[in-house]
T-cell receptor, first 114, second 111 residues
Framework: ETGVTQTPRHLVMGMTNKKSLKCEQH?????MYWYKQSAKKPLELMFV???????ENNSVPSRFSPECPNSSHLFLHLHTLQPEDSALYLC?????????????FGSGTRLTVV | GQNIDQPTEMTATEGAIVQINCTYQ??????LFWYQQHAGEAPTFLSY????GLEEKGRFSSFLSRSKGYSYLLLKELQMKDSASYLC????????????FGTGTQLKVEL
């Protein structure tokens, strides 16, 4: 596989469930990102990892818990979510920790919280 | 800060030319990207501008004026497959630089 792969593509979960989103990149990049995309809103940067270390957390509620075991894999653990958390969650990677070479995005996980 | 403004929706005819504008406010500037996003798919890279002027790449061109905080994406010879959302993304300065995004312009190409 090439590029950035996200699984699952679609997820429906109840507010008391625990689930995880997975992202994997095969580009040899060193930085990975989680973005939230809600209808009619700009993409919101959630977390940034650079060489497996979290370098940015944009005041994301603790019900979202990221994990980056290595530079190729990124997870977003979800628990006790709210209906307003329903959105498209996009993973991205970049060559280094900057945007100077742009980001490569995955196709996203469409999350619905019921 | 970064206020990124672009039109919410545009409609154009197949074969025509369309220009999607983007204005941004930033205390610094390190470049601007345009991405295309089809519904339910990943945003994909279209263009990158860091200096003033026009960058041409096939049917797509992007223009930048740093002094005016203004960019546009020009799409020529529109095709039905160009119906998508177009995202303007200036690089946020500082802290290793990060991409910030506008709400996107939903372009509909009609026959």
């Amino acid at each position: 596989e090439t590029g950035v792969t996200q699984t699952p593509r679609h997820l429906v979960m109840g507010m008391t469930n625990k689930k995880s989103l997975k992202c994997e990149q095969h580009l040899g990049h060193n930085a990975m990102y989680w973005y939230k995309q809600s209808a009619k809103k700009p993409l919101e940067l959630m977390f940034v990892y650079n060489f497996k270390e979290q370098t940015e957390n944009n005041s994301v509620p603790s019900r979202f818990s990221p994990e980056c075991p290595n530079s190729s894999h990124l997870f977003l653990h979800l628990h006790t979510l709210q209906p307003e958390d329903s959105a498209l969650y996009l993973c991205a990677s970049s060559q280094d920790g900057t945007a100077n070479y742009g980001y490569t995005f995955g196709s996203g996980t469409r999350l619905t919280v019921v | 800060g970064q206020n990124i403004d672009q039109p919410t929706e545009m409609t154009a005819t197949e074969g025509a030319i369309v220009q999607i504008n983007c204005t941004y406010q930033t205390s610094g500037f390190n470049g601007l990207f345009w991405y295309q996003q089809h519904a339910g798919e990943a945003p994909t890279f279209l263009s990158y501008n860091v200096l003033d002027g026009l960058e041409e790449k096939g049917r797509f061109s992007s223009f930048l004026s740093r002094s005016k905080g203004y960019s546009y994406l020009l799409l020529k010879e529109l095709q039905m497959k160009d119906s998508a959302s177009y995202l303007c993304a200036p690089i946020r300065p500082g802290g290793g630089n990060k991409l910030t995004f506008g709400t996107g312009t939903q372009l509909k190409v009609e026959l």
